[in-house]
């Protein structure tokens, strides 16, 4: 068969296609050196190869950048730890010890422990340059490995961390000029609220006085009058809040973590609210605790945030309207307490901007008089009790306003017995002059317990006060000679409480005993540095309650009483 002229045989066409084949491996192997060539010159980052004894075997053009080295004067002299900070290389060295429970020496060794195990690792450390100069890097190292699996060196690829480091502290730096000048305004909103007070205090006072007073306002000056109590008022109720909001944003706001039984809270939030309900025609249903529950909370900012809600759901009602509050279990260790009006409901864009600051949602020309924090305020307390708000509602229909706060059990006081010793020297002091034991405390549980125990010792009276401000009265009238202290107390804190009563010639030689559930180092060491003479944490363990008395009353044997005030 004649071949025509440019026809291809099998043999030729065979020997174009392995051309073909030689030519495209050839064009990956110029393109793989080409990449491998850009890689080990780039000066975007440094990549240092080592021996499998840690001894600098190629430094790369990036390396040489940033660590101002040539190669000759690294390669086969040192190890990538000798341009390292020798502080940070030590101090990963041990915290790799502590890790793995390993022990490993600081060098080249800290460098490469994860790597030689076959764990790649990145870490932070500070470059030294040739010149003395620093930066931070962010190091990746891995071991390089033969075909039999054994380690033949290691490679550290490198970048500058300068950048990110810089930025990271112009943002820290941010944050804490944001943080100092958040924390400048609420000193000021809380220096600025008491200073308001006093002021405040001669107007509302006076303006009571002219509206009992002799004569008789006329009929025109009794509605000025009224006027001027209604502004103030209010105005009293505007400072109070703001003054809350400020101490709670500046973290100054100390919480009591304890058992608080719901219904005694409810019955009591009923009380307080109730006329207000009737006045407007509101009828109100509560819940009936067939079973006790407690929540793990703050008893005071309880309350607070209960009266807060249900006073909302009474003003903002329609007339003879209902407010319902409801308790659900949220298992499975929390509760839900619900309070729903019958008033005109809140849009979604309204609920989106209901815990703004002085946000009334376009109420601010109504009939109803508001300051748009408490709802910010209430929020902010459940939150810190590690609790959750939320609302729902339907326009036309209602709201519910919902806090969700963790189940406990009933107070576990952790009586011990008491031993012969301690009842015999009890049994002693029955005939000894009676002594007066005045105990500060707004939760009727923990006062019912220190009244049984204080029963068992017939040389001592009880007396209770369920504020601070009435303890102090109480103190400077009756002189006790052991007062004990709750911290967190309605009005005035016991640390205020206590202060005070130590700044009183009358009182400041008492004993006071703090007796609190807080039971964090810190807020027990500041209490004592405040003036307390002891600090007992609950639950009460009755030896060490007793022994705190019997040291007390020790205690006030030794000065001399001084004459008692007489109640305002």
């Known amino acids: 068969m004649t071949r025509k002229e440019g026809e291809l045989t099998p043999a030729d066409d065979h020997g174009k296609s392995d051309r073909s084949i030689e030519e495209r491996r050839q064009e990956a192997l110029l393109k793989t050196g080409a990449l491998q060539n850009a890689i080990l010159t780039s000066p975007n980052f440094s990549i240092i190869a080592t021996d499998e004894k840690g001894i600098i075997q190629l430094f790369n053009v990036g390396a040489e950048r940033m660590l101002g080295y040539l190669a000759e004067e690294v390669v086969n002299k040192i190890n990538p730890s000798d341009i390292h900070d020798p502080q940070e290389v030590t101090a990963r060295a041990e915290a790799l010890s502590l890790e793995l429970g390993t022990p490993i020496t600081p060098g080249f060794e800290a460098l490469a422990f994860k790597a030689s195990r076959g764990i790649e690792d990145i870490y932070e450390l500070t470059y030294i340059c040739k010149d003395g100069s620093r930066f931070p890097a962010i ?30 502290s112009e943002l820290n730096a941010a944050m804490a000029a944001a943080e100092k000048a958040n924390r400048a305004k609420t000193d000021f909103l809380s220096a600025m609220s008491h200073e308001l007070r006093t002021p405040l205090n001669a107007v509302l006072g006076f303006a009571q006085l002219m509206e009992t007073g002799t004569p008789v306002p006329t009929p025109s000056q009794k509605r000025n009058l009224d006027q001027i109590l209604k502004a103030g008022w209010y105005l009293l109720e505007l400072i109070n809040e703001i003054l809350d909001l400020a101490l709670i944003e500046s973290g100054k706001v100390t919480l009591s973590r304890e058992p608080v039984s719901l219904a005694e809270v409810m019955m009591e939030c009923r009380a307080l609210i109730e006329a207000q309900a009737l006045k407007r025609g509101i009828r109100m249903t509560f819940p009936q605790f067939e079973i006790p529950r407690y929540v793990q909370a703050d008893r005071t900012r309880v309350k607070q945030v209960l009266i807060n809600l249900l006073f909302n759901a009474i003003k903002y009602n329609k007339p003879g309207g209902t407010v319902i509050v409801d308790c659900t279990l949220r298992p499975p260790h929390s509760i839900r307490l619900s309070v729903r009006d019958t008033g005109a409901g809140l849009a979604p864009d309204q609920i989106a901007q209901l815990f703004q600051p002085f946000n009334r949602l376009g109420k601010e020309a109504g009939a109803e008089e508001g300051t748009g924090i408490g709802l910010v305020v209430t929020k902010r307390l459940v939150e810190l009790m590690g609790g959750e708000i939320g609302v729902d509602s339907i326009v036309g229909v209602g709201s519910s306003f919902w806090i969700e706060l963790n189940l406990t059990t009933a107070p576990q006081f952790a009586l011990l017995q008491i031993d012969a010793a301690g009842e015999a020297a009890r049994s002693a002091s029955r005939h000894a002059s009676l002594h007066t034991l005045l105990y500060v405390e707004d939760n009727p549980a ?15 009276r009880l007396l209770s006060a369920a504020d601070g401000n009435l303890g102090i009265e109480f103190a400077r009238a009756y002189q006790p000679e052991i007062i004990l202290m709750d911290i967190n107390l309605p009005g005035i804190s016991g640390i205020e409480a206590m202060k005070i009563l130590r700044a009183d010639p009358s009182t400041a030689h008492i004993p006071i005993i703090a007796l609190s559930a807080n039971a964090v180092p810190r807020d027990i060491e500041k209490a004592l540095e405040a003036g307390f003479t002891s600090y007992l944490t609950k639950p009460i363990r009755v030896g060490q309650f007793m022994e705190a008395l019997d040291a007390a009353l020790r205690l006030a044997q030794t000065v001399p009483p001084r004459p008692a005030r007489t109640v305002a």
């Open 139 to 168: 190091i990746s190292i891995t071991a390089l490995r033969d075909d039999f699996g054994d380690i033949i060196g290691y490679l550290l690829i490198g970048t500058d961390n300068s950048v990110r480091k810089r930025v990271e």
């Open 446 to 460: 923990n006062l019912e317990l220190v009244e049984q125990l204080i029963a068992r010792r017939p040389d001592l």
